[in-house]
């Protein structure tokens, strides 16, 4: 039997008055590549967000790896330990521009991770080479395409050796030129690494092409929850048919 690498009991989220997550229950098997679409405003970055505490939740208990966060009574050190179960890639790269390719990809390994300079250059050194940007370990982010940009926050991502990938939207903020780059990168590691991968999109047709579950979300909820053939192709949920009218799947 394949082992849960997420467990999520009871989540919600509030901000201020407004409900954005309400009572999210889901359990995420190791190795699954689950895509997660829906509305603007609905809540998908704010939940990948409460799996590593960037968003603390209201109520709720969220278990990665072998680390569980109960929202009514945690530690610091709880939450600490949370955050080295998964690593997240951003919708806008978020590399330190003062850094190069290479620094950046270093960095966590070594002011979290505490491992040392040597070994983390080794190691950064592979990631980039994963990623095709070996010959640009030495470039500023300034100097780097959208696309490189992004393929260096996949490499620092991966850097840490997560139990999880959270991707945020990695490809919406790319000229359209350069979104199949990074979209062939991730496609790449989906074959290549075992690592649960949680990937926000609007990419309708890359979540069929690559994810094993697809999650529609929408109004802090999970509206439907199962296979790319169930939710894109039969969905049954009004919602979800609209959703995928207006993105013209
Ligand atoms: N830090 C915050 N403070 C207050 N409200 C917030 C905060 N972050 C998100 N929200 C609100 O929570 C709701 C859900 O936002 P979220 O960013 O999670 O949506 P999303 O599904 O990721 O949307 P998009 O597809 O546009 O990225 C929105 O109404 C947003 O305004
Ligand atoms: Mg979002």
Known sequence: MTKNVIEIENLSKNFGDQKVLEDINLTIKDNEIVAIIGPSGTGKSTFLRTLNHLNEPT??????????????SYTKKQVQQLRMQSSMVFQNYNLFKNMTALENVM??????????K????????????????????????SRLSGGQQQRVGIARALAVDPKVLLFDEPTSALDPMLVSEVLQTIK?????DHTTMLLVTHEISFAR???SRVIFMNEGRIAADGTPDEILSNPTDKNLQQFLNINQY
Do not use: F, H, M, W
């Open 59 to 72: 109520t709720g208990k969220i278990t990665v790896g072998d680390v569980t966060v109960d929202a009514a």
């Open 188 to 192: 790449k590691l989906v074959e290549t």
């Open 209 to 211: 092409d690559v994810a």
């Open 118 to 141: 040597k070994e983390a250059r080794e190691i950064a050194l592979e990631q980039l080479e994963r990623v095709g940007l070996l010959d640009k370990k030495d470039a500023y982010p």
């Open 107 to 116: 960095e966590s390994l070594v002011t979290v991770r505490n491992v040392n």
